[in-house]
């Protein structure tokens, strides 16, 4: 192995320069705001915890999740979601909280990837989990949540796909007798392999089963495939998998966000993990899904309190990227007050006055007020006993209220001035 | 706002023709200079279509990261590559088979090193079998590993056997059976179904005769 160079980071790790962690924060912060108007109050739990308490909810394979040995010789591990924490506190801390909870979190995450996939081994989600609402109110809420944060922190053109995972498994174990055959259909299925799916089928069953596990892959649109699907199965439990989106459905459409999802029943989200709603979403240019949640009843038992729950994540990296492409963040810019000595005081004095108007204002005591420095994203300008010049071949700088930076200065002065005429009455 | 044309990811190479012909005969257009071309960027007449003319390995890579909505590669190469796509169609084409090949010994089958392209694959077919082996990475010529001692094995393609045979070497065992798939990015999946369904659906009807060949000498052949 090669001794690391000084500026290398490990492999997955990034560094986000002033400009794009301002922006990263500012998504972070308009999204939490987002869940807040909902009702989710935030949560902040230890970036490690036990490998235990990871190994309970986990959702990839545990050779992904960073682990290492504490000095009693147990295993922690960092967090490779936010999921089980919670669940965690939900049944430890907040026991005696009454039910439902809304808790929302931005976290970073860390999963180990392969060598040259080029992923990221640590990214921030920002999430929420409802704890304690089995309803299809609930479910809907995550969705219409989801669809209502991407909308407001400008994302464009997304969908949702919706699935629930209890129809496959109700159309499954109707169809197909044997359970090592009805688990390969289901990982095909999870592994988006159609053609896997499909040749398992041909090989493994017979008319009109055949038939029907073939439609499955088909069973993508609009609300009416849930119509569509219900012909092809009288499971129990599909049939209530359908009924379940069916009202999920309506209650997005009192919602007002149907026109962003999209119906899919082959939809899972890896296996052993979500019991019910299961949803992912997708924006243009962005190859990756940038959210996606779903229904996991069974989690949060494992930890001492029985609890329906349901949540879902939107990856930061992910918008952001979409974002930073949209053009949605202004260049902002910062003001550079340069003063010589004599100046100081009146320097000083007027950047305080310039922060209190929450303009962002460094300062810089220099020689000669002629040449102050450029410092890209700020505006340079000297300030004498009576003016405020800008720098050479700088552009000037306007306040919200679009004062500019020398007005500014000249009602700086005459405050100081009537201040200083009241003192002396 | 999505760009609603579909870029396709081509593999280059051993299934090129073969891809052509298939997309022409589903009425998909194909620019005409594609063969001969040296650009690596080509639009259909139409402008509905846009093609990368990549290398097989790196075709799950686009279609992955989504700067191609869909790709036409190898069963051999996504199981190399295991990225995050929907597989959608088998089209029939570029069939062939992923074999355990060697000199044909009569040892009985202790094996320790394996020569292979496909390391995730070769590594993959002996932890199945309760084996390990050591996986010597190779990029071409494999069949030379067992005649000069390299190897006691070999994980490659095998599509008619000759090279196999003109060397002397035998298959000992079939992984799996290898044929030329459609692929799809998540987000093009959800975002652009309409024209990936029509597009697939043209497909698999003039790919149909194709499938069917080939599970019939699969059935014959009992795997």
Known sequence: ?425 | MTDQRLTIALSKGRIMLDTLRLLQQAGIPVPEDLEESRKLILESPDGRYRYILAKPVDVPTYVEYGVADLGIVGKDVLLEAERDLYELLDLGIGVCRMCVCGLPDGKGGSVSRVASKYLRIATEHFRSRGQQVEVVYLNGSVELAPLIGLADRIVDLVETGRTLQENGLVIHEVIVPISTRVVANRMSFRLKSEQINSLVEGLREVSAPLVQAQNDLLAKTNL
């Open chain 1, 1 to 425: 192995m090669k001794k690391s160079l000084l500026f290398e980071k490990p492999q997955g790790v990034r560094d986000f320069l002033p400009d794009t962690a301002a922006d990263k924060r500012q998504i972070e912060r308009e999204i939490s705001e987002s869940f807040a108007s909902w009702g989710y109050r935030e949560i902040i739990t230890p970036m490690f915890e036990y490998m235990d308490t990871f190994r309970m909810g986990i959702r990839g394979a545990e050779d992904r999740v960073f682990k290492f040995v504490e000095r009693s010789g147990k295993t922690v591990a960092l967090r490779p979601d936010m999921t089980a924490p919670i669940a965690r506190v939900a049944a430890s801390l907040l026991k005696h909280s009454a039910l439902p909870l809304r808790l929302s979190y931005t976290a970073n995450i860390f999963r180990q990837q392969e060598a040259v996939a080029g992923r990221d081994t640590e990214f921030t989600q920002s999430g929420v989990e409802l704890i304690g609402d089995p309803s299809p109110d609930g479910d809907a809420e995550m969705v219409a949540l989801a669809a209502s944060t991407l909308q407001t922190i400008g994302i464009e053109g997304f969908r949702i796909a919706l699935g629930q995972v209890g129809f496959l498994h109700g159309v499954l174990e109707e169809q197909v007798a044997d359970s090592s055959v009805r688990e390969k259909l289901l990982a095909a299925l999870a592994d988006k392999d159609y053609v896997a799916f499909e040749q398992l089928v041909v090989k493994e069953t017979v008319e009109p089963t055949r038939s029907t596990l073939l439609q499955i892959p088909k069973l993508r649109g609009g609300v009416e495939v849930l119509a569509e699907a219900g012909q092809l199965t009288g499971s129990e439990l599909a049939l209530q998998a359908l009924q379940n989106l069916a009202e999920i459905w309506h209650v997005l459409q009192i919602h007002g966000v149907t026109d962003y999802v999209q119906i899919d029943l082959s939809l899972l989200l890896g296996l052993n993990y979500y019991t019910g709603a299961v949803f992912e979403g997708y924006a243009p240019m962005m190859g990756f899904p940038i959210c996606g949640g779903g229904r996991y009843d069974e989690l949060v038992e494992k930890f001492g309190r029985q609890a329906p729950a349901t949540g879902f994540i939107i990856g930061i990296e992910r918008v952001l990227e979409i974002l930073e492409r949209n053009g949605k963040f202004a260049p902002k810019q910062r003001v550079l007050l340069c003063y010589t000595l004599p100046e100081r005081e009146q320097a000083l004095r007027f950047a305080g006055f310039l922060r209190d108007r929450k303009i962002p204002v460094s300062a810089l005591l220099v020689s000669d007020p002629k040449h102050g420095p450029t410092v890209e994203g700020s505006v340079t300008c000297n300030v004498s006993a009576d003016r405020l010049t800008i720098g050479e071949g700088q552009e000037g700088y306007t306040d919200r209220e679009g004062i500019s930076l020398e007005d500014l200065y000249q009602v700086f002065r005459n405050q100081l001035r009537n201040q200083q005429g009241g003192s002396e009455e």
